[in-house]
């Protein structure tokens, strides 16, 4: 059996607790760009979808949403995937641990920063 290639981690970026309702404010502060893929979990969704919508089109990026688990390695391909097909410059990930977990193994998969968004409910 061959030797699993582990990719390179993705730098991370910590931005302050209001990135979450205001990403893209964060991303360009942190020297980011879009497009953006926002993995995060069921609740985060519910609560901020509508506030990212905002935030990504006040500075005219295309975002995509998808909802998180964790990060086992069919999860993590499958965000992977998102972010290819969305030809995402960053990642971010917001919810729970596992979520967050999952969405920074899709970022060092495909070489894009990640940054990791607290929520209030989180």
């Known amino acids: 059996m061959a030797a699993r290639e582990h990719p390179t981690p993705s730098p991370s970026v910590v931005p302050p607790p209001s ?55 069919a ?14 410059a960053t990642v971010i990930g917001t919810g729970g641990a596992s979520v967050r977990a999952a969405a920074r193994a899709a970022a060092a998969a495909v070489g894009r920063p990640f940054v990791e968004a607290a929520t209030g409910g989180s």
Do not use: M
């Open 19 to 73: 990135a979450a309702e205001d990403p893209a404010a964060a991303l360009v502060a942190a020297g980011l760009e879009g497009p953006v893929l926002v993995v995060a979990d069921d609740d985060s969704i519910g609560r901020l979808a509508p506030a990212w919508a905002a935030s990504f089109a006040a500075v005219g990026w295309v975002h995509r949403v998808v909802a998180g688990r964790d990060a086992d390695p």
């Open 75 to 88: 999860e993590v391909e499958s965000l992977a995937a998102e972010a290819r097909s969305l030809k995402a």
